[in-house]
């Protein structure tokens, strides 16, 4: 059948299983959105592109598939720029489609010409510009393969505008061959079984599982894995959730802003595991020492991971579960050694001797606040989070154990992360309890989202942890710069109870104690786009805290 290029597109996402699309219009997009009003296909208009692409990130990761959004050339493209770089950094797939001027005012300065390809470059998996309408369908179809498959992350899709206006005929691709990019899911490179003989021999190992995790779904495979060979598990922030923070061989989060336990057993280790991990410097300190008594085994989907910023004893290239499923397989034939009686005893002296605590007494702590809302929602609520101390906060008190419920920007720490990842979230499970947790630096980057929210309904609650302060900033400046507070005060705010009523929400405020639980069970129930404004003590501080390019156990408070 004749198809004009923007039906061609919407034929295409629809086949790839696409059921929700967050975007914003403009001049050179308008033939996609011509189609897409007489389309099937649910569009979610944001209000900022930037939003735009982090609900699709959102979307993503709590559904595990591919999230997608639209924007215009130019301004509108640029705007997504910080959305696909959070995904990128954070390994998420997403696919951008951005409209471009007419193919033959490409490179002529035109109006609202930017080269989005270029200028996204570094922060993309793979990238398209669209010159022929024949290479559409197979366009769309590699740009989806290529963002699901091995490590995942954002692919672009440029499409000028005469593209979209012209026609072919077409008929959906089933098969497709991607040029230099071949991508096996039984495919391992390295040596289980030697993996398994250093395990045998370690004394005191210690597994790291990262986003690669989530991102495998070897939540259930990691379990086990440890289990069987009693071995502790510590995550990093991208792996909230993929372990149960109340198993007993679960360390919490190391690095940073870590536990002390997590931080102090990495270093006394003998044999470090790190699954999906990419050894972010906000987890080793200083990368030379970083738990330097131990042989390293790293395992990563991405071979260029491997050793990148840690030498390593052995690595192995393939799918987290793929590898453990096969670990699992020959232990069953073949034990190893896995009593560790004195590690784990040393292991669970340690959780008990440094636990994570905050003093609950005095003013409204932000702690106590996170801490209620992961009890009241028994830890069956999606998280988002923005970026800063709340971030962390919530990374060390909220304990959720299951998959894709925490979204965190971890890898770029993008303030205005949250809400709009909470709205891709909810778009895609609107049954279930969406909670962001912000800072109030944090909302105000994206708070214009309050009206997407708003507008379909969507029953997110925004939990403002409110210090008056870009919190994480001050943090830095009172123990790193003598207490100089340079442009971190940000006491002169907007009411957020008015702005949220501003734009049909309902706002809350919250300044005692006695007052959180009753706010969060109202908001729960209420199934409305909800901000409560949490005031919180002004100068609380996160610890522990690990001095950036430090050792691991030296770490301040806690
Ligand atoms: C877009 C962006 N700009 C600047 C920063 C640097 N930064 C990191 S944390 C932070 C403060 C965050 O303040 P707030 O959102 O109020 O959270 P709090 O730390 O107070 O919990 C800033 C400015 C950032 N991460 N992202």
Not at 386 to 394: L, R, S, Y
Not at 410 to 415: A, F, K, S
């Amino acid at each position: 059948m004749i198809k004009t290029g923007a039906e061609i597109l919407i034929e295409c996402l629809k086949n790839e299983g696409v059921d929700i699309v967050f975007g914003y219009p403009g001049g050179q997009v308008i033939p996609l959105y011509d189609k897409l009003y007489d389309s099937d296909l649910r569009h979610i208009l944001v209000r900022h592109e930037q939003g735009a692409a982090h609900a699709a990130d959102g979307y993503a990761r709590v559904t595990g598939k591919v999230g997608v959004c639209i924007a215009t050339s130019g301004p509108g493209a640029t705007n997504l720029v910080t959305g696909i770089a959070t995904a990128y950094m954070d390994s998420i797939p997403i696919v951008a489609i951005t409209g471009q001027v007419k193919s033959h005012l490409l490179g002529k300065d035109s109006f609202q010409e930017a080269d989005i390809v270029g200028i996204t470059m570094p922060i993309v998996k793979h990238s398209y510009i669209v010159k022929d309408i024949k290479e559409l369908a197979a366009t769309v179809k590699e740009a989806f393969y290529i963002a699901r498959t091995g490590r995942p992350g954002p692919v672009i899709i440029d499409v000028p505008s005469d593209i979209q206006l012209s026609s072919i005929e077409y008929s959906p691709l089933t098969e497709i061959k991607v040029k230099g990019y071949c991508y096996d899911d039984n495919f391992i490179n390295g040596n289980v079984d030697e993996m398994l003989d250093l395990i045998g021999k370690a004394q005191r190992p210690i597994i790291a599982a990262g986003g690669g995790i989530i991102a495998s779904g070897a939540h259930n495979e990691l379990l086990e894995f440890a289990e069987k060979l009693n071995i502790p598990v510590v995550t990093t922030l991208m792996a909230v959730g993929a372990f149960d923070t109340d198993h007993p061989l679960c360390l919490g989060m190391l690095g940073m802003h870590g536990t002390r336990y997590a931080n102090y057993a990495v270093c006394q280790c003998d044999l470090f595991i790190a699954i999906g991990m990419r050894f972010d410097d906000r987890v080793t300190g200083d990368p030379g020492q970083f738990a330097k008594d131990a042989k390293k085994i790293q395992i990563d989907i991405d071979d260029a991971e491997i050793g990148k910023i840690v030498p390593v004893d052995m690595g192995i290239v393939g799918d987290a579960a793929k590898i453990l499923g096969e670990a699992l397989k020959r232990l069953s034939c073949n034990p190893v050694n896995s009593d560790r009686r004195d590690w784990i005893n040393r292991v669970r002296e340690l959780r008990e001797e440094y636990p994570l605590k905050f003093e609950e007494s005095g003013t409204l702590k932000p702690q106590y606040v996170i801490k209620r809302i992961y009890e009241l929602t028994e830890g069956k609520a999606i998280i988002t989070t923005d970026v800063g101390e709340h971030q962390m906060w919530a990374a060390q008190y909220n304990k959720s154990k299951i998959q894709r419920s925490f979204l965190t920007s971890g890898g770029l720490g993008t303030m205005g992360y949250g809400f709009p990842a909470a709205i891709g979230a909810q778009a895609a499970f609107p049954g279930k309890t969406v909670i962001c947790i912000s800072g109030d630096g944090s909302f105000q980057m994206n708070s214009q989202e309050l009206m997407t929210a708003v507008r379909y309904n969507l029953p997110v609650i925004i939990a403002i942890v409110n210090n008056g302060y870009l919190g994480m900033v001050r943090q830095w400046q009172e123990l790193l710069y003598n207490e100089r507070y340079s442009e971190t005060d940000i006491k002169e705010q907007p009411d957020f109870v008015k702005l949220a009523e501003a734009y049909g929400a309902v706002g809350m405020r919250v300044t005692k104690k006695e007052e959180v639980d009753d706010c969060i069970l109202k908001a729960i129930n209420l199934r409305k786009t909800i901000l409560i404004d949490f005031v919180v003590d002004r100068f609380e501080n996160v610890y522990p805290f690990v001095p950036a390019g430090s050792t691991l156990d030296n770490m301040i408070g806690g």
